[in-house]
């Protein structure tokens, strides 16, 4: 069984600029959520995807997007990109949509200079 | 809104030592609660978790952690601390409804393990 994978690691971009961010879900997953997790904090939540949909959403502004594909993988967009975009962004994935259980990668460090 | 708190943002303790991390949450209802568990540079594990059925929750790694209602907590207990414990450590309940689920998170605690 494969686990969540996220792409790429690291990442440096400069203020004003676009990022986009890669997630693959946990083998036999369909609904996949983003956090974000800036320095000494714990994981805020961005939004949820779900059979290629978004299926809630946090406190974030419209320039964080996602998109999720048939296979369950996911995309995070960030446009504009601010300094304090600055951070570990988490990806998670749960069997189905409203259950509790979700299943964490690597993140992927975001620096914006 | 439904929350968790954890208090001390660092814990220290020796190897062999008790550990004892604490959360407390605030809610209308019975929550689902967790703790996982973060090493540097990593993603969250998942500890344990709270789902209404035993009021006491073994997990990984030798943790476990006691649902108590009346005090409003979910404290992560471990009775001898190793040196490979240390990480950070959140909190996190589970809000929602049937066709959606999201974590909240606390803001964690350090566990340092000195020799």
């Known amino acids: 069984e494969t686990g969540v994978t996220q792409s790429p690691t690291h990442l440096i971009k400069t203020r004003g600029q676009q990022v986009t961010l890669r997630c693959s879900s946990q083998s036999g997953h369909n609904t996949v959520s983003w956090y974000q997790q800036a320095l000494g904090q714990g994981p805020q939540f961005i939004f949820q995807y779900y059979r290629e949909e978004e299926n809630g959403r946090g406190n974030f502004p419209p320039r964080f997007s996602g998109l999720q594909f048939p296979n369950y993988s996911s995309e995070l967009n960030v446009n504009a990109l601010e300094l304090d975009d600055s951070a570990l962004y988490l990806c998670?994935?749960?069997?189905?949509?409203?259950?509790?259980?979700?299943?964490f990668g690597p993140g992927t460090r975001l620096t914006v200079t | 809104a439904q929350s968790v708190t954890q208090l001390g943002s660092h814990v220290s303790v020796s190897e062999g030592a008790l550990v004892l991390l604490r959360c407390n949450y605030s809610s209308s209802v019975p929550p689902y609660l967790f703790w996982y568990v973060q090493y540097p540079n990593q993603g969250l594990q998942l500890l344990l978790k709270y789902t209404s059925a035993a009021t006491l929750v073994k997990g990984i790694n030798g943790f476990e952690a006691e649902f108590k209602k009346s005090e409003t907590s979910f404290h992560l207990t471990k009775p001898s601390a190793h040196m490979s414990d240390a990480a950070e450590y959140f909190c996190?309940?589970?809000?929602?409804?049937?066709?959606?689920?999201?974590?909240?998170f606390g803001t964690g605690t350090r566990l340092l393990v000195s020799p």
């Open positions: 996190a309940v589970s809000l929602g409804n049937t066709g959606f689920q999201k974590l909240v």
């Open positions: 998670a994935s749960s069997a189905r949509r409203g259950t509790y259980e979700q299943y």
